[in-house]
């Protein structure tokens, strides 16, 4: 299946990023409100420098103002934005590499929901972020992606497909083997825990 689609007028996506195009201030706010956190946290999953990513986040959307006119038309402005986001942090990465940190305080593409911290002192829930995490360091980099973006940011497999660059049916393949191996992951670590618990 191709990555590309016909675009949805009807979308109101399509709207606004045409009001904003059309140099619609209220527009450009709407979409800067709107997706700003969401791409601030998206790119700490890349680059553990906060105020790189605040400035990339920053910049990315100056670009996006000043070449408003000059911007193709989307249905998804999500997907449009961690597109643009991505490449520019991938670019960062490249051309910085001796000065830029990958994420290491954090696992990359954790799936646990970041604004979620009423449960740090409940000791069950410590009990499942552990295994958790300890089942997503065996999947890989793209591994985590997908699942992070399927379950955390509730993407459809047809943009995961887009944001990934992988046919359709790839992306399927991907986030099914990677929940089996999460899975059997969770499983061996669960055994352990009842064994250290009991012996």
């Keep these: 299946?191709?990555?590309?689609?016909?675009?949805?007028?009807?979308?109101?996506?399509?709207?606004?990023?045409?009001?904003?195009?059309?140099?619609?201030?209220?527009?450009?706010?709407?979409?800067?409100?709107?997706?700003?956190?969401m791409l601030f946290r998206y790119g700490l999953k890349f680059i553990s420098d906060e105020e790189m990513v605040k400035d990339s986040v920053q910049e990315l959307f100056i670009k996006l103002y000043h070449n408003r006119q000059n911007l193709s038309p989307t249905d998804n402005i999500r997907l449009y934005l961690f597109r643009a986001l991505k490449n520019k942090l991938m670019d960062a990465l490249y051309s910085r590499k001796d000065t830029i940190l990958l994420s290491s305080n954090i696992l990359p593409f954790d799936i646990a929901n970041p604004e979620e911290t009423d449960k740090e002192d409940d000791w069950e829930f410590?009990?499942?972020?552990?295994?958790?995490?300890?089942?997503?360091?065996?999947?890989?980099?793209?591994?985590?992606?997908?699942?992070?973006?399927?379950?955390?940011?509730?993407?459809?497999?047809?943009?995961i497909s887009s944001l990934l660059e992988m046919n359709y049916q790839s992306?399927?393949?991907?986030?099914?083997?990677?929940?089996?191996?999460?899975?059997?992951?969770?499983?061996l670590?669960?055994?352990?825990?009842?064994?250290?618990l009991f012996n």
Excluded: C
């Design 1 to 37: 299946m191709s990555n590309f689609r016909a675009k949805d007028i009807n979308n109101p996506d399509y709207k606004l990023w045409d009001d904003f195009r059309n140099g619609n201030e209220k527009a450009f706010s709407e979409i800067f409100n709107g997706h700003v956190q």
């Design 126 to 159: 410590i009990i499942q972020k552990s295994q958790l995490n300890k089942g997503l360091k065996a999947l890989t980099a793209r591994q985590r992606e997908a699942i992070y973006l399927r379950y955390t940011l509730e993407m459809s497999l047809e943009d």
């Design 171 to 187: 992306v399927r393949n991907l986030i099914h083997r990677s929940i089996e191996k999460l899975r059997k992951e969770l499983l």
């Design 189 to 196: 670590n669960l055994v352990l825990i009842i064994y250290i």
